[in-house]
């Protein structure tokens, strides 16, 4: 079980699922506001679907590129949650590269992250017997262990 204190209620998650995968980058947030469940969200594209846009059209990533409106409905909105304070770090970091990288009309910025999928079993408000979880938007969280970031470049060729 893994809970986290989102302030006004707690979330107790099980984790289900082992989850591996590699996505390159297409934005992300870190938030510090103590009433999110989860600190970093990353937009990503998965590399299997990545390699095979970049197959067709190289230039995919570039809102110009007719690889774009490709890629655009296959990228996905990530909830992490990280498991300390290095992977947090590690995370902040890479969407700080993504967004220097961007800026410079540089090279796409992917990360390795392992860790697991959670199941929300319930959103209990502090003192009250409530379970508050069905008045939450339904999202799928993840429980990072591990992140790493790796150069697309190396990924696509």
């Given at each position: 079980?893994?809970?986290?204190?989102?302030?006004?209620?707690?979330?107790?998650?099980?984790?289900?699922?082992?989850?591996?995968?590699?996505?390159?980058?297409?934005?992300?947030?870190?938030?510090?506001?103590?009433?999110?469940?989860?600190?970093?969200v990353l937009?990503?594209?998965?590399?299997?679907?990545?390699?095979?846009?970049?197959?067709?059209?190289?230039?995919?990533?570039?809102?110009?590129?007719?690889?774009?409106?490709?890629?655009?409905?296959?990228?996905?909105?990530?909830?992490?949650?990280?498991?300390?304070?290095?992977?947090?770090?590690?995370?902040?970091?890479?969407?700080?590269?993504?967004?220097?990288?961007?800026?410079?009309?540089?090279?796409?910025?992917?990360?390795?992250?392992?860790?697991?999928?959670?199941?929300?079993?319930?959103?209990?408000?502090?003192?009250?017997?409530?379970?508050i979880k069905?008045?939450?938007?339904?999202?799928?969280?993840?429980?990072?262990?591990?992140?790493?970031?790796?150069?697309?470049?190396?990924?696509?060729?």
């Amino acid at each position: 079980m893994v809970i986290v204190d989102v302030g006004d209620y707690k979330a107790e998650f099980l984790a289900f699922l082992e989850f591996q995968k590699t996505y390159m980058i297409f934005g992300g947030g870190y938030y510090q506001n103590k009433n999110l469940i989860n600190p970093i969200v990353l937009s990503g594209l998965g590399m299997v679907d990545a390699k095979r846009i970049y197959a067709r059209y190289p230039d995919f990533y570039r809102c110009a590129s007719p690889g774009a409106a490709l890629a655009q409905p296959k990228v996905k909105q990530l909830n992490l949650i990280p498991a300390n304070q290095q992977v947090l770090d590690e995370l902040k970091a890479s969407i700080e590269e993504f967004e220097d990288q961007l800026g410079n009309d540089g090279d796409r910025i992917c990360v390795t992250l392992v860790g697991k999928t959670l199941d929300m079993r319930s959103a209990m408000v502090p003192g009250h017997t409530v379970d508050i979880k069905d008045q939450l938007p339904r999202q799928t969280f993840h429980l990072i262990h591990s992140s790493q970031r790796v150069p697309c470049k190396s990924l696509l060729d």
